[in-house]
């Protein structure tokens, strides 16, 4: 069993930019969260998503959307990047309620 | 809203020492309460977890008991050693929630041989 996997690994945009991560799910779970981590910080949620579509979302801005596919799946977007949006970006799947498992992160830098 | 406060780290301990980590939040109902961990470089790893008051959480040596009275989960190992060096984060989710974790800023935990 892979667990959750995210990619890219490491990523590097410029600001005003538009950026997809992607994220797959541990194997039989239905459920993706998203989370920024800044850098010294703890993870704060931005948004769930479950039967495609999003269930529940934490403070931040429409400019951070995302998807889930049928096969459980997931994108995170950003559009039109700020500096700020520097972070690691941690996906966590799991089948129900509460996400227990959680991706290896992508490391996004914003110039 | 709900919160979750963590000791300031970093900690560092000698092989063998005896850890705690303090941890307090704030929530209304009855939120399941979490520890994960986070090595160099990876994701979050989930540690441990209590899900209703006096539960007491273990894995790999770590315990946390859910204590509502003083509304705490405090993180204890009797015998910490070098490869425990890691960032640890406390979090919780609400009564009636759907899976939303709200994190502390997290400590860090350095073990010296």
């Known amino acids: 069993d892979a667990g959750v996997t995210q990619s890219p690994t490491h990523l590097i945009k410029t600001r005003g930019q538009q950026v997809t991560l992607r994220c797959s799910p541990k194997?039989?779970?239905?459920?993706v969260s998203w989370y920024q981590q800044a850098l010294g910080q703890g993870p704060q949620f931005i948004f769930q998503?479950?039967?495609?579509?999003?269930?529940q979302r934490g403070n931040f801005p429409d400019r951070f959307s995302g998807h889930q596919f049928p096969n459980y799946s997931s994108e995170l977007n950003v559009n039109a990047l700020l500096l700020g949006d520097s972070a690691l970006y941690l996906c966590?799947?799991?089948?129900?309620?509460?996400?227990?498992?959680f991706g290896p992160g992508t490391r996004l830098t914003v110039t | 809203g709900d919160s979750v406060t963590q000791m300031e780290g970093p900690v560092t301990l000698s092989e063998e020492a005896f850890l705690t980590i303090n941890c307090t939040y704030t929530?209304?109902?009855?939120?399941?309460l979490f520890w994960y961990v986070q090595y160099p470089g990876e994701g979050l790893q989930l540690l441990l977890k209590?899900?209703?008051?006096?539960d007491k959480g273990s894995n790999k040596g770590f315990e946390a008991t859910y204590r509502k009275e003083t509304t705490s989960f405090h993180l204890e190992k009797g015998s910490v050693q070098v490869s425990d060096s890691a960032v640890y984060f406390c979090?919780?989710?609400?009564?009636?929630?759907?899976?939303?974790?709200?994190f502390g800023q997290g400590t860090t935990l350095q073990v010296k041989p």
């Open positions: 966590a799947s799991s089948l129900g309620d509460r996400p227990e498992y």
């Open positions: 194997s039989g779970h239905d459920t």
């Open positions: 998503y479950y039967e495609e579509e999003e269930r």
């Open positions: 929530a209304t109902g009855y939120p399941s």
């Open positions: 209590a899900t209703k008051a006096d």
């Open positions: 979090a919780l989710s609400g009564s009636g929630n759907t899976g939303k974790l709200i």
